[in-house]
């Protein structure tokens, strides 16, 4: 009997262990744990992405930081008057608010007003303008927003590598340069392309300045509107059918590269430079001579993760190459690949040419004068970022308009 009343005790026992066991809860697996919500972000293209320009620049970093850090992006593209009449670039980045952004990037300097509006009205919100300068402290329209930093690649070396690459190819000795609007930006850059150009000319072709004609022509936008600016085209056209052989683009869109290709077609040696979109060449390659263009996406990716972190700084950004590698996806703001229609020695001098800018090479150094002959740079005077930046004339021995007509 006694056997019985252990194994029954023993029962008893083991049960309660089991039952007291079930009271407690399973620890909680990585798959139950509430996940957070990835970083929104939000960019307003001024033309469209796919341009294989500008705004196909932008759009492509913007997804290459929200691929690095797992965030969000969101985007609306031709937000300018033409594209959306009647809507404001601040109303469509309220819009992107109210769908979740707590960052929105304002990629043109055409939205520099808006960007600077938005930023104030909504100080919770981190803003990033590209190209403009309201964050430069030691510019000349610093505005005090906690909540707004600028991005700007070194494009004065990209520009400068093209002007190379067009001097070395041209056979006619003229330069053309497909403007947008003018502004300071245009201006540095236009004039950029020609201090380039004027270099090779005469230091790796053994020519005269005198000799070098460099052409530009303005439309009067970033990209054609139609009924608004001068076509791109027609302008393209003007210069191939005047002797200019090499055409350098300014615009965010590939008219010029597709009018070379058109003259080509027809028997004629002229040749293109697109701008901004590393691909761009390959919309035309047997005339294109190489692309300088924008790497947004580290610079974009910084801003970013410091927005998503809590360390935010409003800041301005003027950033050049890395010399180590121009086109390193990762690291370089700014690069410059070669085309297929640059021959084997312009290739070369424009290798050279680009290993004497990563070694110090200056070209913004003087003496150099502004277009209507005022000294700009005295000899031996290098140039500082604020004057390379707010240039107000096109430099002394290029032709076209320095100043919009009033």
Not at 197 to 226: M, Q, S
Not at 324 to 353: C, R
Request: charge should be negative; charged fraction near 20%.
């Amino acid at each position: 009997m006694k056997r019985y009343w252990w194994l029954l005790a023993t029962l008893l026992l083991l049960a309660a262990i089991a039952l007291a066991g079930c009271g407690k809860k399973a620890p909680a697996t990585p798959a139950a744990q509430p996940q957070a919500k990835p970083f929104k972000f939000a960019i307003l293209l001024v033309g469209p992405y796919n341009d294989h320009g500008w705004s196909q620049a932008h759009y492509d970093a913007a997804q290459y930081a929200a691929q690095k850090m797992g965030a969000e992006m969101l985007y609306v593209d031709k937000v300018n008057p033409a594209d959306r009449p009647g809507t404001t670039a601040v109303q469509v980045a309220e819009d992107l608010v109210s769908k979740g952004a707590k960052l929105v990037i304002f990629n043109s300097d055409d939205m520099k007003d808006a960007a600077l509006e938005f930023a104030r009205k909504h100080p919770d919100i981190y803003v990033i303008h590209a190209s403009g300068d309201s964050a430069w402290k030691e510019g000349k329209d610093y505005q005090n927003i906690p909540n707004l930093s600028n991005v700007m690649g070194k494009m004065i070396y990209g520009k400068m590598i093209a002007g190379c690459a067009a001097a070395m190819s041209t056979q006619t000795g003229q330069i053309g340069y497909l403007g947008p609007l003018i502004n300071d930006e245009t201006r540095r850059l236009a004039s950029s392309a020609y201090l380039g150009a004027k270099y090779c000319w005469e230091h790796y072709r053994n020519k005269d300045p005198k000799d070098l004609k460099f052409k530009v022509t303005w439309i009067g936008f970033w990209f054609n509107i139609p009924g608004v600016t001068s076509d791109p085209t027609q302008v393209a056209d003007e210069f191939f059918n005047s002797g200019y052989d090499a055409v350098l683009s300014g615009i965010d869109t590939t008219e010029a590269l597709v009018e070379a290709k058109k003259f080509h077609d027809q028997g004629k040696t002229v040749f293109a430079v697109p701008y901004d979109y590393a691909e761009a060449c390959e919309e035309a390659p047997d005339v294109c001579l190489g692309v300088p263009y924008f790497n947004w996406g580290p610079l974009y990716l910084k801003l970013i993760q410091s927005a998503k972190d809590g360390q935010w700084k409003s800041t301005f950004i003027w950033a050049g190459p890395d010399w180590k590698d121009i086109n390193n996806p990762d690291t370089s703001p700014v690069g410059f690949k070669m085309g297929k229609a640059l021959n084997d020695e312009a290739s070369d001098a424009v290798t050279n040419f680009i290993d004497e800018l990563a070694n110090g090479l200056n070209l913004w150094v003087g003496p150099l004068k502004l277009q209507d002959g005022t000294l700009y740079l005295k000899d031996g005077e290098k140039a500082t970022d604020q004057q390379i930046w707010y240039l107000p004339q096109l430099l002394e021995g290029m032709e076209g308009q320095s100043v919009p007509k009033q």
